[in-house]
């Protein structure tokens, strides 16, 4: 019996790529308005080779990326000469402004409507490698539970982010189908704890290779048929076993 849905949220239930834009964007205006010298010299290759050096200095922060972020924007101001108080300071104020914009996410046309229709059967929780807070969406009040890899400290496919969910819902993972896009993350990561799966596919990607999800779609329309085929096929292994 199925009781538990947990999904991906960026790329499974919304496009993530404008929210996070508009997040870049209005971040680099602050910086330019308030931490003038900061960013200016520093075109796209540049910035992200200088985001590779802070990533290669605190691997700790390898699971956090919220304050990877943080880490990053504060080692830009110290470097443009800002006195370590003022890039704290400033890091603080940047990220907000990020922040803000990167929960200012548009739904998969569908995505509410479904996910109404799957919490009147479902326990449905979150799991999420980024730092977008699912309480903060038009999705809120669908989900029991949420979990972003910075506070469990270990980023999907690990399975300390699966078992989380495992130990909120209190149930065995056979009971559990995890929905996402990414085929090792979401699907691998999943499967390797023993739940089922369905790989939201909506670029409509060729599978990479390796076992595939139980189920594969393309719109979030399709996921409470994908749902009932997993529910069925158990009904059938077990009738086969009786």
Do not use: C
């Not at 997040?23 to 796209?44: C, F, I, K, Y």
């Not at 009040?141 to 989380?164: C, N, Q, R, W």
């Amino acid at each position: 019996m199925i009781r538990v849905i947990t999904f991906d949220l960026d790329n499974t239930l919304w496009d993530v790529e404008p929210a996070l834009l508009r997040a870049e964007e209005a971040q680099q205006a602050w910086l330019l308005q308030h931490r003038p010298g900061t960013v200016e010299s520093l075109d796209h290759e540049a910035l992200f080779e200088f985001k590779k050096s802070v990533w290669k200095r605190h691997p700790q922060l390898a699971h956090h990326v919220t304050q990877m972020r943080i880490q990053t924007l504060y080692e830009l101001q110290i470097n443009a000469g800002y006195s370590e108080r003022d890039a704290r300071a400033g890091a603080q104020e940047a990220f907000a402004i990020f922040l803000s914009e990167r929960h200012k996410v548009e739904l998969y046309a569908e995505a509410l409507g479904v996910l109404e229709q799957l919490a009147k059967h479902y326990t449905l929780g979150a799991l999420t490698n980024g730092n977008a807070d699912n309480y903060k969406t038009d999705a809120a009040e669908y989900f029991v539970f949420a979990f972003l890899a910075e506070e469990i400290g270990a980023s999907k496919p690990h399975p300390d982010m699966f078992h989380a969910a495992l130990q909120r819902a209190g149930v065995e993972a056979r009971h559990i189908v995890h929905v996402g896009d990414d085929p090792v993350h979401d699907i691998r990561g999943a499967r390797d704890v023993g739940m089922h799966t369905v790989w939201m596919n909506a670029r409509r990607k060729p599978w990479p290779g390796g076992e595939q999800a139980d189920r594969e779609i393309v719109s979030l329309t399709e996921l409470p048929a994908a749902i009932l085929a997993i529910r069925e096929a158990l009904v059938r292994a077990q009738d086969g076993s009786a």
